[in-house]
């Protein structure tokens, strides 16, 4: 019995896991070139589409800090994943249909089309924002362990979980990758309609692999949420402080209830509201809510530090691709790069290094630091905050160059689409994005989860996800902002739809230099901050 439930439970987790890639592979075939289809067949400026591309990244990353507390107090996953995965399916047909009928000339210009494709994008970030977090949580339960990392008590299920989420990432990874790298050349090569056509289908069939595993699952009712109601609790509590300020009243206890008060014989340094010690109580007290709010309050100046790095990450799927376009993409005579699967080289970069971080780097650090983890996850997100800023640096210093050469051939009295600069010098900030994704995202996710109490946790992913999300708002008001302040007068904007004549490089030192300010502000930050660990053992002393 005991090697049948291992088989099952192997059986449950690998679909989950194939299934989670085939999800990414649909994402990245539809968000990776989504600026070349708004550019070429929507026909949107540059800058517009760039805005389109970053408002609906921002939408569909920050989904999940709405979703996954409604999932965790009201919804079952299996459910959740079922209903989000229909409108993602949905959302995925009525883009494929925009691609049809943007095909036929006499459609091509109805203003209703424009609406319906913003609906069908905005469709599917509904069904993703469910979709994401609920099967990954529901991955989880397939190992039936009520205890949570890192703190489970039994090595063995720990190693299980541990072991799930690498192959979870890889799977990840793997979708992102293929979705990057075959979807862009056949987008490019054979049209929109197949282009979009595939990842529907893709999505279709992940779904119908998922009803189909319905026997061997685990399912867990969610006990938390009988008593853990977040939004309720959060209602209940300002209902009750409103009620208690409109009434402004004192009621003084009977003299016969007066009883003596007596001081603690307790040192004032063991009264630390920020440990966790303090949030263990009960989750419907207004003292339980302040608290926990008290907390995210403590990690919001680092998460807004990490909101440049997200909008740096925003470039390659929209400037970077742009960029590409304009640059010499022949291998041999007849095949031509897809500017966009250049943002494989991001995914690859992290698969490939992510090995040698783990069996090369973290022992040398460890030697140096004498830290059992190399470095701490801090000083592991500062690493990769650096390393973005050298990215943008080196694509300003690239941009700068294919300007240049692009100028000369104008003073020949040449003006082609491309410029005989090739778009594999494009690779080295695309590679460094890939380096510095191994640090942060990696540590954005520890960070995040090590610094929140245990009831916390499902907030702690809405955390992470949510820096993405707002990373790709700002990266939108900047691109407005500097829009509007590069075009008053009459001038050239920096984001000009003939690329020769835009600016780009002034926009990459521009971003490079927002990001530098923003990393010595996070040095200054982490030096100050204290973790939830270090404050629990002041605690323990002062006991």
Known sequence: MAGSGEKRLGTSCFLLIVISGMERFAYKGVASNLVTYLTDVVKMSNSAAAKTVNSWCGFTSMLPLLVAPLVDSYWDRYPTILVSSFLYVAGLVALTSTAFTRATPAANKASSNSSF????????????????????????????????????KDDQKSSKKTMFFQWWYFG?????????????????????????????????????????????YTYRENDQAMDYKPIFNIVQVIKATALRLMKCRIILPNETNVTELELQEKPLCCQNNSSTASLVGNPKSGFYVLENAKVLLRLLPIWIMLLMFAVIFQQPPTFFTKQGMTMKRNIGSNFKVPPATLQSAITLSIILLMPLYDKIMIPITRLVTSNENGISVMQRMGIGMFVSVIAMVIAAVVETKRLKISGEMEMLGSQPETVPFSIFWLLPQYILLGISDIFTVVGIQEFFYSEVPRRMRTMAFALYTSVFGVGSYLSTLLIATVEAVTSSGGRQSWFSDDMNEARLDKYYWFLASLSALSFVFYVILSRCYTSMKDLDLENEVCK
Do not use: H, K
């Not at 050349?185 to 893709?202: E, K, L, R, V």
């Open 117 to 152: 494709l913003f609906c069908s994008l905005y469709l599917i970030s509904l069904g993703q924002g469910g979709y994401n977090p609920s099967l990954q949580a529901f991955g989880a339960d397939q190992l039936d362990s009520e205890e949570e990392l890192p703190s489970s």
């Open 172 to 216: 990840v990874c793997s979708g992102s990758l293929m979705g990057v790298t075959l979807m862009s050349y056949i987008q490019d090569t054979f049209g929109w309609i197949i282009g979009f056509a595939i990842p529907m289908i893709s999505m279709v069939i992940s779904v119908v692999v998922f009803m189909c595993g319905s026997r061997i």
